[in-house]
């Protein structure tokens, strides 16, 4: 069970920036998938969610009109692109799983993550 | 959107028992979450709605807390406890990260 990133992408600023989360051993549209990123030195923020099930997302008002989460439910993948990078964007970007348990309840918490995928943006 | 405030940094005796704090108006709504990092790693889930351990998650870390505040107890803390610790909970907005707790262990 895991979720394998694509790898280090490295941007200039006012470009786009799509990143993969691949899922496999549980159910792809069992589970919400978050993005969360982490600039260098610094905390988690949370970036927004997508149900693979539905294909509804929600983003933080931070990100709004530069972020957009799909999915691809045939192969089991997730991706985050996010457009008009700054230099401020050069981050870690991780996806996660929103747990849920075997009834199909989800509890507000992400219990797998991705390896993680660095982003640098720099002229 | 709201903000979940953590203590920068703590430190503790090896064997000895340690809390770390998270303090937010979204914890009087939802339950916190608390997630450890190591250097170079993604975050790992150790403690969920308050006070629930995932499977494979060592006894000695426990979560409690009460109206605005969350707190992560380290009972008997090891060597291998030292690394950042992130609170985060559901808000009116999404979901909000604490600004995590560098935990030392002397």
């Known amino acids: 069970v895991q979720l394998v990133q694509s790898g280090a992408e490295l941007k200039k600023p006012g470009a786009s920036v799509k990143v993969s989360c691949k899922a496999s051993?549980?159910?792809?549209?069992?589970?919400?998938i978050h993005w969360v990123r982490q600039a260098p030195g610094r905390g988690l923020e949370w970036m927004g969610w997508?149900?693979?099930?539905?294909?509804?997302?929600e983003y933080s008002q931070k990100f709004q009109g530069r972020v957009t989460m799909t999915r691809d439910t045939s192969i089991s993948t997730a991706y985050m692109e996010l457009s008009r990078l700054r230099s401020d964007d050069t981050a870690v970007y991780f996806c996660?799983?929103?747990?849920?348990?075997?009834?199909?309840?989800?509890?507000?918490?992400?219990?797998?993550w991705g390896q993680g995928t660095l982003v640098t943006v720099s002229s | 959107s709201s903000e979940l405030t953590q203590d920068p940094a703590v430190s503790v005796a090896l064997g000895q028992t340690v809390r770390v704090t998270c303090q937010g108006d979204?914890?009087?709504?939802?339950?916190a979450n608390w997630y450890q990092q190591k250097p170079g790693q993604a975050p790992i889930l150790i403690i969920y709605?308050?006070?629930n351990r995932p499977s494979g998650i060592p006894d000695r870390f426990s979560g409690s807390g009460s109206g605005s505040t969350a707190s992560l107890t380290i009972t008997g803390a090891q060597a291998e406890d030292e690394a950042d610790y992130y609170c985060?909970?559901?808000?009116?907005?999404?979901?909000?990260f604490g600004g995590g707790t560098r935990l030392t262990v002397l």
């Open positions: 709605d308050k006070n």
């Open positions: 051993g549980y159910i792809f549209t069992g589970h919400y």
């Open positions: 996660a799983r929103q747990y849920s348990d075997t009834s199909g309840y989800y509890y507000n918490a992400l219990d797998m």
């Open positions: 985060d909970s559901r808000d009116s907005t999404g979901w909000v």
């Open positions: 997508i149900n693979p099930n539905t294909d509804v997302t």
């Open positions: 979204s914890l009087r709504g939802y339950y």
